[in-house]
């Protein structure tokens, strides 16, 4: 079945940098992109990007552009999502997802979180 | 961006209860609108694509409707494993934004 493993719980200090990782399996790596999503303790979901797991192409919010990068290993099929000068409002789980593709996308199936706390 | 508005923010029903939740899109999306379920803790689900469209092994007391800006998700008969918050989608452009959220309590 498919499957994104996402790693674990990260504590950084602001202005630090953090790299989470999804590793997927049950599926074509390289036939659906990966999307990010995060939420806020308390708060709603909000879309962080997009990376093209066959050319690499990227998207991103446009509040995050320049703090965020996202990668792609397709050799062991894992994304990576890096996000630099943090600050506390970056406090949040993050989700990696499977976008189905196509005109009508949507995501159908999701890492099961990763709980980033910035914190002095 | 385009602000998708939910509708209501929460509401208490109870089991066999139809609900209906509502989402209004600031500018037309065709049917760009995905519905999905989230419990604590846990990541979304997603239950409706394409406005009307279930997702393989959802139930089918969910249901979508809509097209431009006006969009519904309706349970009919609540279950106790339906208690969650419900999110609206759009894909019509990017970014691609969620609704505020529905919580539905009992």
């Known amino acids: 079945q498919i499957q994104l493993v996402q790693s674990g719980p990260e504590v950084k200090k602001p202005g630090a940098s953090v790299m989470i990782s999804c590793k997927a399996s049950?599926?074509?790596?390289?036939?659906?992109?990966i999307t990010w999503v995060r939420q806020a303790p308390g708060q709603g979901l909000e879309w962080m990007g997009w990376?093209?797991?066959?050319?690499?192409?990227?998207n991103f919010l446009e509040n995050l552009q320049g703090r965020v990068t996202m990668t792609t290993d397709t050799s062991t099929n894992t994304a990576y999502m890096e996000l630099s000068n943090l600050i506390s409002d970056d406090t949040a789980v993050y989700y990696c997802?499977?976008?189905?593709?196509?005109?009508?996308?949507?995501?159908?199936?999701w890492g099961q979180g990763t709980l980033v706390t910035v914190s002095s | 961006d385009i602000q998708m508005t939910q509708s209501p923010s929460s509401l208490s029903a109870s089991v066999g209860d139809r609900v209906t939740i509502t989402c209004r899109a600031s500018q037309s999306i065709s049917r760009y609108l995905n519905w999905y379920q989230q419990k604590p803790g846990k990541a979304p689900k997603v239950l409706i694509y394409?406005?009307?469209s279930l997702q393989s092994e959802v139930p089918s007391r969910f249901s979508g409707s809509g097209s431009g800006t006006d969009f519904t998700l309706t349970i009919r008969g609540l279950q106790p494993e339906d208690f969650a918050t419900y999110y609206c989608q759009q894909t019509y452009s990017r970014p691609s934004t969620f609704g505020g959220g529905t919580k539905v309590e009992i």
């Open positions: 394409v406005a009307s």
């Open positions: 049950g599926y074509n790596f390289k036939s659906n992109a």
């Open positions: 990376i093209s797991t066959y050319s690499g192409n990227t």
């Open positions: 997802a499977r976008e189905t593709g196509g005109a009508m996308t949507y995501f159908d199936s």
